[in-house]
């Protein structure tokens, strides 16, 4: 489990994160949702220690983050950050490497060198592997910093925003893939979401941020509904149900093109 306990975040004057308390559970697929601005990467990255904690406790399994060793911390979770800006002139096997470096430290063994391979395998990078990551396409560099994050084999993955440039069946691949992973190694992942069907369709737990706040945080059928949701994007939404799941409506231009083309008509 990760418990939040009284987390604020400030940046010069401006209050960032307030009031964080959250409960993130174990071996389940956890999004994290809300609209640009609400805080999530800067969560996200309090958890993982990218940011210093300024205020309050997070523990992950029960190591206070402010006081374990980093490398403790490293084969405990994993995060892969929004903006990642690693050197490019580097070949996509050595960016996964990296991911294996809390367990070697610098001195990869037979074991390391098959989870470099495993991962590559999983994000289907073997064909890329060799090139450098300047020479990919967006998507196809997403792919390698999550091969690199599944690489570093922790009880928790933190993936901010990871379907970012990814194909609609590359999205789809790796929404399963993190529900399989939750459901057969009861690892724990928790993924910012942007597209609030994703967490639809495979979170098992929603958590709700705006304005730097919790605003819900619980399973899915119960945190995505039409009002909450409304609110939470200030704008109007359905929220109908497909598969047992509900599917958010969020489209709503159709109409209103209709009525403007009519309108045009009307002119002409
Ligand atoms: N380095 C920074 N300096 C000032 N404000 C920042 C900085 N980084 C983020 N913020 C602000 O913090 C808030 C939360 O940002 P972020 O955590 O990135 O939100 P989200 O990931 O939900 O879009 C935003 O209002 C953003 O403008
Ligand atoms: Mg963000």
Do not use: C
Request: glycine letters at 8%; hydrophobic letters at 45%; aromatic letters at 4%.
């Amino acid at each position: 489990m990760i418990e939040i306990e009284g987390v604020q975040h400030r940046i010069g004057a401006a209050s960032i994160l307030s009031d964080i308390g959250l409960r993130l559970p174990d071996g389940k697929l956890t999004a994290l949702i809300g609209p640009n601005g609400a805080g999530k990467s800067t969560l996200l990255r309090l958890i993982a220690r990218l940011e210093p904690l300024q205020d309050g406790t997070i523990r992950v399994q029960g190591q206070d983050v402010a006081t374990t060793p980093t490398a403790a911390l490293a084969r405990t979770m994993a995060i892969m950050v929004q903006h990642n800006s690693v050197a490019s002139r580097l070949r996509v096997r050595e960016l996964v490497g990296f991911g294996r470096w809390p367990h070697h430290q610098g001195r990869p063994r037979a074991a390391d060198r098959a989870a470099v391979e495993r991962a590559l395998d999983a994000f289907g990078l073997q064909p890329l592997a060799g090139r450098f990551l300047d020479e990919l396409s967006g998507g196809q560099a997403q792919r390698a910093y999550l091969a690199m994050t599944f690489a570093q084999d922790t009880g928790w993955l933190l993936l901010d925003e990871p379907l970012n440039n990814l194909d609609v069946a590359h999205a789809r691949a790796l929404m399963a893939r993190l529900a399989r992973l939750v459901r057969e190694t009861g690892r724990s992942v928790v993924t910012v979401v942007h597209e609030v069907n994703y967490a639809a369709a495979w979170a098992d737990h929603v958590v709700a941020m705006k304005n730097g706040r919790i605003v819900a945080q619980g399973a899915a059928d119960d945190v995505l509904t039409e009002s909450l949701l409304s609110d939470l994007y200030e704008t109007p939404v359905e929220v109908s149900r497909h598969d047992g799941r509900p599917l958010v409506l969020h489209h709503h231009s159709h109409s209103q093109i209709d009525q403007r083309e009519r309108g045009v008509e009307m002119l002409h």
